[in-house]
C-alpha cells in the first residue's frame, strides 16, 4: 500500500489498553505505547505490511502481548 494511503499522521485508528494502564495506539504508521509516566513511552515503526491499515480490533492479552486484526488477515 502507498504511503498516501496511510492514515493522517493524527488519527489513530487502533487503540488497546494494557492491565496496568498504558495504552496501545497505531496511527496507520507507526504502534505507540503511552504509559502514566513521561518515560514510559514506546515508539515502534509497523512494518510495511501493516501500515495504512485501519485495525479492526487490538487487544492486549494477559502476558501484555499486543494483537491486532486487519482486513484481509
Not at 52 to 65: C, E, I, L, P
Request: hydrophobic residues 40%; glycine residues 10%.
Amino acid at each position: 500500500m502507498s504511503r498516501s494511503r496511510c492514515a493522517s499522521p493524527n488519527a489513530v485508528v487502533g487503540i488497546a489498553a494494557t492491565h496496568d494502564g498504558r495504552l496501545w495506539l497505531h496511527d496507520g504508521r507507526r504502534f505507540v505505547r503511552l504509559g502514566s509516566a513521561p518515560s514510559d513511552h514506546l515508539v515502534i515503526d509497523a512494518p510495511e505490511q501493516f501500515e495504512g491499515h485501519t485495525f479492526r480490533f487490538m487487544y492486549v492479552d494477559r502476558q501484555n502481548r499486543l494483537w491486532a486484526g486487519a482486513d484481509g488477515g
